[in-house]
């Protein structure tokens, strides 16, 4: 989430500093789409092969068997299969580098899209790595944490991994090693280490600053009904009947904590005596959390954030005075806000969309949260929060972010505007794009230029938010990757159009247009 109090500012910017050069942000894009019928090819690895055998010139993989390694394949509800592969070099993957190919329901090969970098066939090992164990200290080094604070949900939490990472033009080896934590204040660090000498060559934080029934009020004041969960519990040598906020009604779980102003992950579970929640906060994470899930169950068939019904988290009354909500890799958490900043962050179904959007995105396109595609990221989760809006409050829907629970005490204040970005200081076109090391290169300010587009989109003739939404979900996952800049968004929103809307579509020039709008071309 964006405009972060001034007390948390200086933080902040000491805390996202970056060591590559910012003025790669909006550089000449290195992404390849190319649109054509190139013929049928199986989706095995002996046809991938022939496949790039044929089309060696347009995209520059010599041996496929050696150069890309399968990532994942899937199927779509117009029967296309999307396959994603990552580019490798000697068995080392390489950071951000992938392909995808796109097939259509007579399995010809229709499109491929992605990020190869003939540079990184230049690396040559000549010595021996440091030690995997070495890196992870060193890591450790860089990030004060609570070890009792670790999100031991994650099965990457201080997992060293090797890639090969491009460093000013030429590749090292490099071990990615994540640091997933709560205490003293929540972090999701990726820090790279250069794997022939120790040195840190990278870090950002991920941490994004967004069968019962029962009732509760919420936080704007207004009765909502809850699923809940029954249960008999022993304290000490009685039982009690407890009413717990855990909805068992859809296939993903929906569970709501409450760290009771402490920092420790989950915490406890919500509950009540009688079927009335009295706690505002935990009434509309856990109301709202349904109402996410319900919009891409029904929009787009997805089964919760990762697709698989994972049980969907989240946890209320986070520290104290906390004017923020994350998302932190495997759950949602919202504080309570100091009542000026904000009311509790857990009062904005689009908060809610937003924070829970990115926990869709880590598991699809995974963008890197770092200037363009983490202002993408940013963007994206902005985008479903207003779409979701629309299908919940269509009473109350605007092009705003946050608006519900932002500056209480300031009359039409939000954190965001789609509309217009520059209402709150955000840049709407590329000429106004902010470089900067603060913020991972600004992803929450340079997110106002494909917020922008977006409602362009959304509002030109011909064009509804239904319409929208579904070339947006499309393109977040089946054609984004996690290196994807601006231009390659567009590109992967107008091929989105072009699959459910067709070529020269209204919609598909909606896109280009929307995005020529705003500078990107």
Not at 181 to 187: A, H, Q, R, Y
Request: charged fraction near 20%; aromatic fraction near 12%; include cysteine.
């Amino acid at each position: 989430m964006k405009r972060f109090l001034s007390v948390f500012l200086t933080f902040l910017v000491t805390a996202f500093i970056v060591c590559i050069p910012v003025t790669s942000s909006a550089a000449k894009s290195n992404h390849n789409f190319l649109v054509k019928n190139m013929g049928k090819y199986s989706k095995d690895i002996k046809g991938i092969a022939k496949f790039f055998k044929d089309y060696k010139k347009e995209f520059n993989v010599e041996d496929a068997e050696k150069e890309l390694v399968f990532k994942n394949s899937k199927n779509d509800n117009l029967g296309y299969t999307h396959v994603k592969l990552q580019q490798v070099v000697d068995g080392i993957p390489v950071y951000g580098k992938e392909y995808i190919i796109h097939y259509n329901n007579k399995d010809e090969v229709y499109a491929v899209n992605g990020n190869f970098d003939v540079k990184a066939k230049q690396f040559k090992r000549n010595k021996e790595f440091i030690k995997e164990k070495d890196a992870v200290a060193i890591a450790i080094a860089q990030v004060n944490f609570d070890s009792e604070s670790l999100n031991t949900d994650l099965s990457d939490n201080l997992v060293p991994k090797l890639f090969l990472y491009e460093l000013n033009e030429e590749y090292i080896p490099v071990y990615l090693i994540r640091i997933n934590f709560l205490s003293p204040v929540p972090g999701d660090w990726f820090i790279f280490i250069n794997a022939l000498n120790g040195e840190v060559v990278e870090k950002y934080n991920k941490i994004r600053t967004v069968s019962v029934t029962g009732s509760g009020i919420g936080v704007l004041g207004d009765t909502k009904t809850l699923n809940l969960d029954k249960v008999t519990v022993k304290i000490r040598n009685k039982t009690e009947t407890q009413y717990q906020t855990n909805d068992l009604t859809r296939s993903a779980v929906i569970t709501t904590y409450t760290a009771n102003n402490a920092t420790r992950l989950p915490g406890s579970i919500v509950y009540s005596l009688s079927q009335i929640i009295n706690d505002p906060a935990a009434v509309d994470a856990h109301y709202y959390a349904g109402v996410v899930y319900d919009y891409y169950k029904t929009k787009f068939g997805r089964n919760g954030i990762d697709n698989g019904n994972m049980t969907i988290k989240s946890t209320v009354h986070y520290s104290r005075n906390y004017v923020n909500a994350f998302w932190n890799g495997s759950q949602m958490v919202y504080g309570d806000g100091d009542g000026v900043n904000s009311l509790a962050l857990s009062g904005g179904l689009d908060i809610i969309a937003h924070e829970m959007t990115h926990g869709v995105d880590e598991y699809e396109a995974d963008l890197i949260y770092k200037d363009q595609s983490g202002a993408l990221n940013e963007s994206f989760s902005d985008c479903f929060g207003t779409f979701i809006e629309y299908f919940a409050q269509k009473n109350k829907f605007d092009w705003e972010m946050g608006e519900d629970v932002w500056t209480p005490k300031i009359a039409n204040d939000a954190l965001r505007s789609l509309q217009d970005p520059t209402k709150y200081g955000d840049p709407a076109h590329m000429n106004d794009y902010n470089y900067t090391t603060s913020d991972n290169g600004g992803v929450h300010t340079n997110c106002g230029i494909p917020n922008k587009a977006c409602y362009l989109i959304a509002t030109s003739s011909g064009m509804t938010i239904e319409k929208t939404e579904q070339i947006y979900y499309r393109a977040l996952v089946n054609y984004l990757t996690q290196s994807s800049d601006f231009k390659a968004a567009k590109e992967a929103l107008i091929q989105s159009a072009v699959d459910l809307y067709g070529v020269n579509s209204v919609e598909a020039n909606a896109v280009k247009a929307a995005f020529e709008a705003v500078g990107i071309y």
